[in-house]
């Protein structure tokens, strides 16, 4: 009798189990209903990610992945970098996003004229660029005074909020060459132009105390090396005291003054 019950009883939990299984695969009650973000960055627009994710309303929260997530907001948030998804059973979704930093102001210049444009119409937006080289626009204000501000100029199309504009190779090699210039020879950084077509950047720097300025042409194709020799032996050959505009180093047997 012991093992007749017994067995029953195992046969009334197995199909309890499949009943329960059942109905939470098919039940139209566990499925999302509901994404809750999680704010790690002023920035991050919450209307933005729950209009990215709106594909997910509906599914069941199992068969929802962390990847999926990741994807549906790159697609619309490029400078997002990694995310976090929380399933609160039965219809809800926490998602907490991570964005790129913030390494420098962006100024749109005309490629013609050279002079400063408004991005937007309205001057409550600000301009970035993160750290990766995407093109970032936000209404809220941001900690930007110790970010460089980046003139970009010669671009083909009008750069749009979402577009990639630098490589991070390129930012890097702009920012060593900055170092090198203000630990060798005492040179401040007071503005910098990138020109996207040609792939160079030019360095208007200060020396010391002196109000003097002079623009340095420098280019992707050639080391940060070969561009402080080229300046160096200049200095030492004709002085920095002849120079009233720029100093162009990016050719390879000559360097260029006026």
Same mark, same amino acid.
């Given at each position: 009798?012991?093992?007749?019950?017994?067995? %029953?009883?195992?046969?009334?939990?197995?199909?309890?189990?499949?009943?329960?299984?059942?109905?939470?695969?098919?039940?139209?009650?566990?499925?999302?209903?509901?994404?809750?973000?999680?704010?790690?960055?002023?920035?991050?627009?919450?209307?933005?990610?729950?209009?990215?994710?709106?594909?997910?309303?509906?599914?069941?929260?199992?068969?929802?992945?962390?990847?999926?997530?990741?994807?549906?907001?790159?697609?619309?948030?490029?400078?997002?970098?990694?995310?976090?998804?929380?399933?609160?059973?039965?219809?809800?979704?926490?998602?907490?996003?991570?964005?790129?930093?913030?390494?420098?102001?962006?100024?749109?210049?005309?490629?013609?004229?050279?002079?400063?444009?408004?991005?937007?119409?309205?001057?409550? %937006?600000?301009?970035?660029?993160?750290?990766?080289?995407?093109?970032?626009?936000?209404?809220?204000?941001?900690?930007?005074?110790?970010?460089?501000?980046?003139?970009?100029?010669? %671009?083909?199309?009008?750069?749009?909020?979402?577009?990639?504009?630098?490589?991070?190779?390129?930012?890097?090699?702009?920012?060593?060459?900055?170092?090198?210039?203000?630990?060798?020879?005492?040179?401040?950084?007071?503005?910098?132009?990138?020109?996207?077509?040609?792939?160079?950047?030019?360095?208007?720097?200060?020396?010391?105390?002196?109000?003097?300025?002079?623009?340095? %042409?420098?280019?992707?194709?050639?080391?940060?090396?070969?561009?402080?020799?080229?300046?160096?032996?200049?200095?030492?050959?004709?002085?920095?005291?002849?120079?009233?505009?720029?100093?162009?180093?990016?050719?390879?047997?000559?360097?260029?003054?006026?």
């Amino acid at each position: 009798m012991r093992v007749y019950l017994l067995r %029953w009883m195992l046969v009334g939990i197995c199909a309890a189990g499949v009943v329960v299984f059942a109905y939470l695969l098919f039940s139209p009650v566990v499925r999302v209903h509901e994404i809750s973000v999680v704010r790690t960055d002023p920035r991050l627009d919450i209307g933005q990610v729950q209009t990215a994710l709106a594909p997910l309303f509906g599914r069941h929260p199992f068969f929802v992945s962390r990847l999926e997530v990741y994807q549906l907001l790159k697609s619309r948030m490029p400078d997002i970098t990694l995310v976090q998804v929380e399933k609160a059973y039965p219809d809800t979704l926490r998602v907490t996003p991570q964005l790129e930093p913030l390494v420098a102001r962006i100024t749109i210049v005309s490629p013609d004229e050279e002079q400063r444009e408004p991005v937007t119409a309205s001057g409550a %937006w600000s301009n970035f660029m993160s750290a990766q080289g995407w093109y970032v626009q936000t209404a809220t204000p941001q900690e930007a005074n110790d970010l460089p501000e980046l003139r970009i100029v010669d %671009w083909g199309a009008r750069p749009v909020p979402g577009d990639h504009l630098l490589p991070p190779p390129f930012l890097e090699r702009m920012q060593a060459t900055e170092r090198a210039l203000e630990t060798q020879f005492g040179h401040t950084t007071v503005l910098r132009s990138v020109y996207m077509r040609g792939q160079e950047f030019h360095l208007l720097v200060q020396e010391g105390s002196s109000e003097k300025r002079i623009s340095l %042409w420098c280019d992707t194709r050639t080391s940060v090396e070969e561009h402080i020799l080229r300046y160096r032996l200049f200095l030492q050959t004709i002085g920095i005291e002849a120079v009233e505009e720029y100093i162009d180093l990016r050719l390879v047997d000559r360097v260029v003054y006026k």
